[in-house]
């Protein structure tokens, strides 16, 4: 029975349950990004096996396959989804991020002082999420200012003549940082592979996450600088370049 003056019987407040949803959303966003982001390179990098077989993706990826005619709407429809999961990813994480100077310097101090190698790749992912934001915002208009765009002709011209190559520099490193440490933390966040945080797990995972982002943004150069190459030889030759237009 409650004693009068105590409030031992009084129900507590129930603890809500928005942030963890919230979380669970970025996480969820987070990850299928990243995701796409793997597949994305890979489709990136096929112009290093030729732009025949780069233009076999480009169609690929336009229904062409499987309507018989290219629709490059399929692209349009795609890329609005990938900048709608964007904006909720980034305003979700974005809640998370130090605001205002005094919050900056506090963490700042108690990074300094903890040298905890997991909360200064956390820092990481704040920078280069911010650069992302930025970056991918210019190219993501830019595919969905341009239906059709796609190819690796019309690609190598708009990284060469279009002036797209310096954006790509900065994007690249970014988006492969970003990538490997949001997974790294997703892996420890949710506890994907062992139960335990050990020391041992960290080990792998760091390793696999440094083994992850160095191949990447290796083969995303490679591929800038293939694409950088054709688009040069299209600027002084144009009929390098057939027909620039899926059927
Ligand atoms: C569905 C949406 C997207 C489509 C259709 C798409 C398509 C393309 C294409 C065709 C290229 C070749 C160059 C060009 O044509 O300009 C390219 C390059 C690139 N994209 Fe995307 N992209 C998409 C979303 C993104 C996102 C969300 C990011 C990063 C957050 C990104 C990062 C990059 C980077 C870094 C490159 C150049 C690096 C390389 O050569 O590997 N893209 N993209």
């Known amino acids: 029975m409650a004693l009068a003056g105590t409030n031992a019987a009084a129900p507590r407040p129930r603890a809500s349950r928005m942030p963890a949803r919230l979380d669970l959303l970025e996480s969820g966003t987070g990850l299928l990004l990243a995701l796409f982001m793997l597949v994305h390179t890979l489709f ?21 396959y499987l309507f018989g005619r290219s629709y490059p709407a399929i692209v349009g429809a795609f890329t609005t989804l990938i900048v ?24 700042h101090g108690n990074r300094g002082r903890l040298a905890h190698a997991d909360t ?9 999420g911010a650069v992302v934001g930025l970056t991918a915002t210019i190219h993501l208009y830019h595919i969905l200012a341009n239906p059709g765009g ?65 191949s990447y943004v290796l083969l995303g150069l490679t591929a800038l600088g293939a694409y950088a190459k054709l688009g040069y030889e299209q600027a002084l030759d144009p009929s390098t370049a057939p027909a620039m237009h899926a059927p």
């Open 150 to 214: 796609l190819g690796p002709y019309e690609s190598a011209q708009q990284v060469w003549s279009g002036r797209m190559w310096p954006l790509y520099l900065v994007l690249l490193p970014a988006v492969e940082l970003h990538v490997g440490i949001g997974l790294y933390r997703l892996a420890m966040k949710w506890g994907w592979f062992e139960d335990d945080r050990s020391t041992r797990t960290r080990r792998r995972l760091k390793l696999a996450m440094w083994g992850l982002i160095g």
């Open 120 to 128: 200064t790749l956390w820092w990481w992912q704040v920078v280069t």
């Open 44 to 64: 990136a990098a096929s112009i290093l096996l030729g732009p025949e077989a780069s233009a076999t993706m480009a169609r690929a990826f336009e229904g062409y």
């Open 84 to 107: 709608l999961m964007f904006v909720v990813h980034a305003v979700l994480a974005m809640r998370k991020a130090p605001s205002g100077w005094a919050a900056y310097s506090r963490f």
